[in-house]
């Protein structure tokens, strides 16, 4: 299976702050990798696929780049709603790993 | 509009089985892939299996095999996930979630609301 690793595990952020998630997997994974976003008691929300690709929808300030192991978000402005939790996903082969999740919390 | 609406939350003994239904609407049925996602309380998010709409044998995570079965109405639109041999680890939120058969390695972009299945004697 391909495991994947999120850094951080959680973090601290202002409003207007610019916020960046990595996520790495443990072998090539190409493109294949979309970035979930979930509040409390909420299901998850697509916000990248295939690395770079933004959702229908989802707010011109989230972004994702990266190919092959190494992938990043980047909030460019954090703004009061996006405090949630972050997820990486590969959907290169199954099983479709996540990675643990990024907690965004205000400072 | 887009639903995936799923069934309501459920309480099983150790050793029960709980199957989880999904009924899919405002779509073509057949152009998406539906994967089942739980989340214990808690904790992140883990895969258990994709099943396509249209046909074939679906695939379960290894650590499910033998205890998860996925399932299709396509009369209905409907699709199920059923795990037996309920422990209290099997405590979790489930998820429905649809991808899409024509864009490679998308993600998944419509969810349902999902069902608390408690595990407990």
């Known amino acids: 299976d391909i495991q994947m690793t999120q850094s951080p595990s959680s973090l601290s952020a202002s409003v207007g702050d610019r916020v960046t998630i990595t996520c790495r997997a443990s072998?090539?994974?190409?493109?294949?990798l979309n970035w979930y976003q979930q509040k409390p008691g909420k299901a998850p929300k697509l916000l990248i696929y295939?690395?770079?690709n933004l959702q229908s929808g989802v707010p011109s300030r989230f972004s994702g780049s990266g190919s092959g192991t190494d992938f990043t978000l980047t909030i460019s402005s954090l703004q009061p709603e996006d405090f949630a939790t972050y997820y990486c996903?590969?959907?290169?082969?199954?099983?479709?790993?996540f990675g643990q999740g990024t907690k965004v919390e205000i400072k | 509009q887009v639903q995936l609406v799923q069934s309501g939350a459920e309480v099983k003994k150790p050793g029960a089985s709980v199957k989880v239904s999904c009924k899919a609407s405002?779509?073509?049925?057949?152009?998406?892939?539906i994967h089942w996602v739980r989340q214990a309380p808690g904790q992140g998010l883990e895969w258990m299996g994709i099943?396509?709409?249209?046909?074939?044998?679906?695939t379960y995570a290894q650590k499910l095999q033998g205890r998860l079965t996925m399932t299709r109405d396509t009369s209905t639109s409907t699709l199920y996930m059923e795990v037996s041999n309920l422990t209290s680890e099997d405590t979790a939120i489930y998820y429905c979630?649809?991808?899409?058969?024509?864009?490679?390695?998308?993600?998944?972009?419509?969810w349902g609301q999902g069902t608390l299945v408690t595990v407990s004697s």
């Open positions: 996903q590969q959907s290169y082969n199954t099983p479709r790993t």
């Open positions: 979630a649809r991808q899409n058969l024509a864009v490679a390695g998308k993600g998944l972009d419509y």
């Open positions: 405002g779509y073509t049925f057949t152009t998406y892939f």
């Open positions: 099943i396509s709409p249209s046909g074939g044998s679906p």
């Open positions: 295939t690395a770079s």
């Open positions: 072998q090539t994974i190409s493109g294949y």
